[in-house]
Each structure stands twice: as C-alpha cells, then as structure tokens.
Nanobody
C-alpha cells in the first residue's frame, strides 16, 4: 500500500522544539520532492518547507525561516522537519506530501498543486 505517515506531533510550550517525521511505504522517496504543509483552524493550507529530490536544495516560507529545518534520509525513506523556537501561531495539523514533477525545484512542491501522495497529518499544538 502506498502511503505517507507523519509522526512526532504533540503539545509543546512556546519556545520549545519538536521533530516531525514522514515515512513512506510502498514507494521510494528518492525521485520525489517532499514538502511539509500545515493547516491551522480556519486558515488555508500552506506549504512551509520543501526539499528537492536531487541536490537537497530547500525552500522555506518566511514565517519559519531560521526556526525550521527540513532534511531527508532516503535510506530510511523518511523526511524530517526539525522545528525550534515554536510559537503559538505554529499550531496546526502538519502534513507531508510528495511531488514527482519538477522534483528538482522545492518551491514548486511547496505550492501544493499536483502532489502525488499526502499523509493524513499530525497535530502540533504550541501552548503554555
């Protein structure tokens, strides 16, 4: 079965850290650009960080630059999102997704259009 499974979400205090994982099964991640998206209550989904399939080039939306780091481990078929200095406004359901087209360009993956597979999401709550 082809699927993406996110893990690592939870409740954290402002200023804290979490590391999200997204593991693929049924297909190799090697040839896909991979993105992390989030959707807060009442807001549209946004692409926050993406990584290319080839040279590991990355894209970050301005609101997470300097705080979040995306990485991939193709041997483990997993992508990670290290989130530091978390803020209450980071509270959202976080999803990972992959795109095979234009996979060398992470910014195209972060537009969220034409993604091949989506995970079901993991909830991150930042609150004191």
């Amino acid at each position: 079965q082809l699927q993406l499974v996110e893990s690592g979400g939870g409740l954290v205090q402002p200023g804290g850290s979490l590391r999200l994982s997204c593991t693929a099964s049924g297909f190799p991640l090697d040839y896909y650009a991979i993105g992390w998206f989030r959707q807060a209550p009442g807001k549209a989904r946004e692409g926050i960080s993406c990584i290319s399939s080839s040279d590991g080039s990355t894209y970050y939306v301005d609101s997470v630059k300097g705080r979040f780091t995306i990485s991939r481990d193709n041997a483990k078929n997993t992508v990670y999102l290290q989130m530091n200095s978390l803020k209450p406004e980071d509270t959202a359901v976080y999803y990972c997704a992959v795109k095979g087209v234009y996979s060398d360009y992470p910014e195209y993956a972060c537009d969220g259009d034409g993604m091949d597979y989506w995970g079901k999401g993991t909830l991150v709550t930042v609150s004191s």
